[in-house]
């Protein structure tokens, strides 16, 4: 029987793009149609394989989008579906929307659950946003938040900045 959550997970070790993309249709089909599409979980779950799809699509900016509110709705203080809303945003270059949602987390929301490297990235997150913004007023705390929350990641498990580096790179190309 297909399991559209362990799909879902399966996917994110799918390296071949068109291969991913199918198993998480798969997944999102399924629970279109058997799932309790009104539950918390299939809402986030639904959202989440859209997030993972690999196209860059207006179909997948809207069912990421949809689903994610929807699951936000249910319960909205799930760190999860906030943090994949906020990285979509961001991805599609969207820095107000996603400084809304990544303001919206405390400096360590993510210590507590043994994952501080995420709220690493979220105050990277927050520090680009503001850059790609011109804050120059808040930009201070930003740099502080990043600086901070790195110092409680362990060292096997701190991811490098990469959107911080691109944010630099991009910002030293056009000024």
């Known amino acids: 029987m297909f399991r559209p959550f362990q799909a879902i997970e399966d996917a994110e070790c799918v390296p071949d793009p068109h291969v991913r993309d199918r198993l998480l249709e798969a997944a999102i089909t399924f629970l279109s149609a058997q799932g309790d599409v009104q539950s918390f979980e299939v809402q986030?779950?639904?959202g989440y394989a859209w997030y993972q799809r690999c196209a860059d699509t207006k179909i997948r900016s809207d069912g990421v989008i949809h689903h994610l509110r929807n699951a936000l709705q249910i319960n909205p203080d799930h760190k999860y579906a906030l943090l994949y809303l906020g990285h979509h945003y961001y991805d599609q270059r969207q820095f107000v929307e996603a400084l809304d949602i990544f303001s919206k987390f405390q400096d360590r929301d993510f210590l507590t659950l043994g994952q501080a490297w995420r709220d690493s990235k979220v105050a990277e997150l927050v520090?680009?946003?503001r850059l790609q913004l011109r804050d120059q007023k808040n930009l201070k705390e930003a740099i502080h938040r990043f600086c901070e929350a790195m110092t409680f990641c362990d060292e096997q498990m701190n991811p490098a900045p990469k959107e911080?580096?691109?944010t630099l790179m991009?910002?030293?190309s056009t000024d």
Do not use: Q, W
Request: net charge negative; glycine share 8%; proline share 0%.
């Open 44 to 46: 986030y779950a639904m």
């Open 127 to 129: 520090l680009c946003c």
């Open 164 to 166: 911080l580096t691109e």
């Open 170 to 172: 991009g910002m030293s």
